[in-house]
T-cell receptor, first 111, second 116 residues
Framework: GQQVMQIPQYQHVQEGEDFTTYCNSS?????IQWYKQRPGGHPVFLIQ?????EVKKQKRLTFQFGEAKKNSSLHITATQTTDVGTYFC???????????FGKGTKLSVKP | GAGVSQSPRYKVAKRGQDVALRCDPI?????LFWYQQALGQGPEFLTY????????KSGLPSDRFFAERPEGSVSTLKIQRTQQEDSAVYLC??????????????FGDGTRLSIL
């Protein structure tokens, strides 16, 4: 069935280092969304990418959608302790627009 | 309210008991989704409502799971004869548009269900 593969599963960085998580699909995606879930919290929408090759920035976060619309990445520049959490990519699946989530990348930041 | 509200926040039940989980979506949101999130995993889709109509229940793991949204606002997820494998966080999400509007989903804090 449809699924998005997300790597790495875990990432431990020193504060100030960069971080990247990758999301890959075997099928062409109509769009992809990114969510962040803090420990003990709920997923919070970050961004949606729709166009082939699209790049969007939110302060220190850079989101990319591949040219073939089969992969996406989230890059955080100069991580801070507030970046701690699990980052999920998600694609729309099924017939009703429900989201299919990747397994997520859990980021920990050492001060 | 400002966001999606879920209750209870935590629920402990003995195996075999029935439980009911409540979701109060953002006012005016047409779409409502239920997801199940196991520890260390991403949320997995359970069911979808557009207003009061349950348009997709393909993710419900068994006929012990039942969901309703009778007036197109508050939704209840009921689990009958709970089993230990039902232990998880149950997340409710709502979005403004109808299916395929590709709008962001707003999640509640979830109900953490533990079956003893």
């Amino acid at each position: 069935g449809q699924q998005v593969m997300q790597i790495p599963q875990y990432q431990h960085v020193q504060e100030g280092e960069d971080f990247t998580t990758y999301c890959n699909s075997s099928t062409t995606l109509s769009n992809i969304q990114w969510y962040k879930q803090r420990p003990g919290g709920h997923p919070v929408f970050l961004i949606q990418l729709v166009k082939s090759g699209e790049v969007k920035k939110q302060k220190r976060l850079t989101f990319q959608f591949g040219e073939a619309k089969k992969n996406s990445s989230l890059h955080i520049t100069a991580t801070q302790t507030t970046d701690v959490g699990t980052y999920f990519c998600a694609q729309h699946g099924g017939s009703q627009g429900n989201l299919i989530f990747g397994k997520g990348t859990k980021l920990s930041v050492k001060p | 309210g400002a966001g999606v509200s879920q209750s209870p926040r935590y629920k402990v039940a003995k195996r075999g008991q029935d439980v009911a989980l409540r979701c109060d979506p953002i006012s005016g949101h047409v779409s409502l989704f239920w997801y199940q999130q196991a520890l260390g995993q991403g949320p997995e889709f359970l069911t979808y409502f557009q207003n009061e109509a349950q348009l997709d229940k393909s993710g419900l793991p068994s006929d012990r799971f039942f969901a309703e949204r009778p007036e197109g606002s508050v939704s209840t997820l009921k689990i009958q004869r709970t089993q230990q494998e039902d232990s998880a966080v149950y997340l409710c999400a709502s979005s403004l548009g109808i299916r395929y509007s590709n709008q962001p989903q707003h999640f509640g804090d979830g109900t953490r269900l533990s079956i003893l």
